[in-house]
């Protein structure tokens, strides 16, 4: 025990330098995700013909493989093709992309579960079929999400920690660097096991905060128990 | 005089602050059919589910044919095979045909062989008219259909006493006559039966005792005719005088 | 094109020896966490409040870790006390993790099929033991499997993470294929279509199953939205 606290102590600075890496990353590839997640969801059920089949494909392709393949096809198999991206760019790239497939997934669900009659109570009052997805849909949408979108936040934290995998210096990656010089692997992991675990902590509270805030009561999903 | 068959004396339950029942004793004779009447949220369902211990009572007594079986250490799912329930919400087992329905009781609480359970299952459900549907899943079945299996299920055990927890309150208007026969045919037979229902007209007719119970206490009992015709008690009055004015309509044939 | 064609007939062997490996791994990893889930999924519900609580907090703490750095730790636990081969050790280790995900299932399912079929079990003559086998399990089973199939296609795409422990699982050789073709859009690619067509399989199979087992005329009650973690918290 004494030596987990030394550990924390003497390393403070890595694993600080850690934390933020992993923040950071986390937040741009949500972000990322977020960007294409969206407009898949809204090609999904409002396209047609092939767009619909190719951005099924796509949600099924990156939910159906590791993230890891993904993570070592971008990294290490564009080169191949003269894309040759940094850690970070490939990083940043193949958890976006795979987040977006899961966040895709998510917001089809929101927009579905909102009553069609509001969609047509807006052309009632004048609205084309665009605006009403934008002033009404949508709206109702991100507030029917949060939770299952929250659930893709965490879940993306702890995705993201396979990256050190490609010498991306996040935390896991300071955890291996620390288990090096101190010789025991256990309490560099374990302290790093906990470091995630407040992390995770921390962005779940933060999460419910927001999700009380923007809050409509009577709107929520029905999660069938 | 024999012994009352269940015998309860001070049974007394709360949930946290409130009181559910405050004190409450009653005597159940050999095939004596006993009618709980009383508003909503007065512990007549507590009451029932402390008879056979599915709930266990704070305080009070409980004996079954002269037995103690509030006892501490007393083996509470013997109990159940003497003394048997009907819920409002049926509660048959989802998973299983109506004829396992009524079998399962019997092979793994009774250790019955299969063939026997089998035999047996079929005749109670034969005796209740519902031969045909023996195959069936709950949700293939209407509710009355549920509510008379559910009565052959808690009859295949052949229990001492029945108890009956609003057993037509969940169902159509037009279902809940086929279930009052049932039990109708079932207190003819001689069998003890303990009821909680706002059924008035079933109450008249087939209970030898009917209590009032409010507020966790039991108000007022009587046959039916004291009941009905005589009801000492103002609050009695003034309930079977709704209930009746509610209810009337559907036995005033 | 054709050069590539012949690559990749000659990685192909090496490449499903690997996904024999990953196969293994998944299902092995998969089991242990089903006798674990159901040990823990039940203690949780019906266990006393000491139980109760260290499930809860081992639940807690596995679903706060990514699964790479549960690994990880357990991985090195498990082999400072026993004397396992990495593959075993591996094998455990996801094992356990997938337990705590595995037993919140059982909890939601177990759950969803509500007090009152406990109710008239016990009214009955039932002892909870009795209640629980007969009664409950056998319907929980039914509404568990669609999010148990996404805890299934999870773990698979889990397995992939003992390549951190060069364990010789699919990605491993994909990587040792790329390295010596040089082709690691191919090899890579490759494990990517080969995942892809065990996941697929996984999911036909298990819904083939749900059907088999389904009970006339019911509804699953039970919503999922496949998400990543496998369950919504």
């Known amino acids: ?225 | 005089m024999k012994a009352p068959i269940i015998k309860a004396e001070g049974i007394y339950k709360a949930y946290g602050e409130v009181e559910v029942l405050k004190g409450v004793s009653l005597n159940v004779n050999e095939s004596e059919v006993v009618v709980i009447i009383g508003p909503s949220g007065t512990g007549k369902s507590t009451l029932l589910r402390c008879l056979n211990l599915l709930i266990k009572p704070d305080r009070g007594r409980i004996w079954l044919n002269d037995i103690e079986i509030s006892a501490p250490y007393f083996n509470s799912n013997r109990v159940r095979e003497q003394v048997g329930m009907v819920f409002q919400d049926f509660n048959l087992f989802n998973h299983l045909t109506a004829l396992d329905n009524i079998s399962i009781a019997l092979r793994k609480v009774l250790h019955m062989k299969v063939a026997e359970a089998k035999e047996r299952s079929l005749q109670e459900l034969n005796n209740v008219n519902l031969l045909d549907k023996k195959d069936l899943y709950p949700s293939q079945l209407s509710g009355g259909q549920k509510q008379r299996v559910a009565i052959a299920r808690a009859l295949a055990l052949d229990p001492q006493v029945m108890l009956f927890d609003e057993p037509t309150s969940a169902l159509d208007p037009e279902l809940i006559g086929e279930v009052l026969e049932a039990m109708k045919t079932l207190a003819e037979k001689g069998m003890t039966m303990i009821v909680v229902t706002h059924e008035m007209g079933f109450a008249r007719e087939v209970a030898n005792r009917i209590i009032f119970m409010e507020h966790g206490n039991i108000v007022e009992e009587g046959s039916p005719n004291e009941m009905f015709l005589h009801p000492q008690i103002l609050r009695t009055r003034e309930f079977l005088w709704k209930i009746t004015e509610l209810y009337g309509k559907h036995e005033n044939k | 094109m054709s050069q590539n064609l012949l690559i990749l007939i000659n990685l192909i062997p090496l490449l499903l020896k690997g996904a024999v490996v990953s196969v293994e791994v998944a299902t092995s990893s998969l089991v242990i966490g089903l006798f674990i889930g159901l040990f823990v999924g039940l203690g949780r519900i019906y266990g006393s409040k000491v139980i109760s609580w260290f499930a809860i907090l081992y639940i807690t703490v596995i679903r706060a870790t990514p699964p790479i750095v549960s690994l990880f730790v357990l991985y090195f636990v498990i082999s400072r006390y026993v004397n396992l081969p990495p593959l075993l050790a591996g094998i455990l280790a996801l094992g356990i993790s997938s337990g705590a995900y595995q037993s919140e299932i059982m909890r939601s399912a177990i759950e969803s099929v509500g007090q009152s079929q406990m109710l008239a079990a016990r009214a009955v003559g039932m002892s909870r033991i009795q209640a629980i086998t007969n009664i409950i399990l056998p319907q929980a089973f039914r509404l568990a499997i669609p999010p148990w199939s996404n805890e299934a296609a999870q773990m698979l795409k889990n397995s992939s993470l003992v390549y951190a422990l060069s364990i010789p699982e699919i990605l491993r050789q994909a990587q040792y294929v790329s390295a010596t073709t040089l082709k690691p859009f191919l090899a890579f690619g490759a494990a990517a279509v080969i995942y892809f067509i065990l996941n697929f399989g996984i999911n036909r199979g298990l819904d083939s199953l749900e059907k088999k087992v389904k009970i006339p005329a019911q509804e699953s009650v039970y919503s999922i939205s496949k998400s990543r973690t496998s369950l919504v918290s």
């Open chain 1, 1 to 225: 025990m004494e030596e987990l606290i030394f550990l924390y102590t003497r390393y403070v600075p890595e694993f600080i330098e850690g934390t933020k890496t992993t923040l950071w990353l986390t937040g741009i590839s949500l972000l990322v995700g977020f960007i294409i997640g969206l407009p898949i969801a809204l090609a999904r059920i409002y396209g047609g013909g092939w767009i619909r089949k190719l951005v099924i494909g796509y949600v099924e392709v990156f939910r159906g493989t590791p993230l890891l393949v993904q993570l070592f096809i971008i990294y290490y198999g564009l080169p191949e093709f003269g894309i040759t991206l940094s850690q970070t760019a490939s990083a940043i790239v193949s958890l976006g992309l795979n987040s977006a497939a899961y966040q895709a997934e998510y917001f089809r669900g929101a927009i579905q579960a909102i009553d069609s009659g509001q969609i047509i109570a807006a052309r009632a009052v004048g609205m084309s079929h665009i605006k009403a997805i934008r002033y009404v849909v949508l709206p109702q949408a991100f507030r029917l999400v949060i939770p299952a979108w929250s659930n893709e936040a965490i879940g993306l934290l702890k995705a993201s920690a396979v990256v050190f995998l490609i010498a991306m210096p996040d935390l896991m990656a300071k955890a291996k660097i620390i288990a090096g010089r101190y010789f025991s692997p256990i309490e560099s992991y374990l302290a790093v096991a906990v470091a995630y675990i407040l992390l995770v902590l921390f962005l779940s509270i933060f999460l419910s905060f927001v999700e009380r805030r923007v809050k409509i009561p009577g709107l929520e999903i029905e999660t069938a128990r």
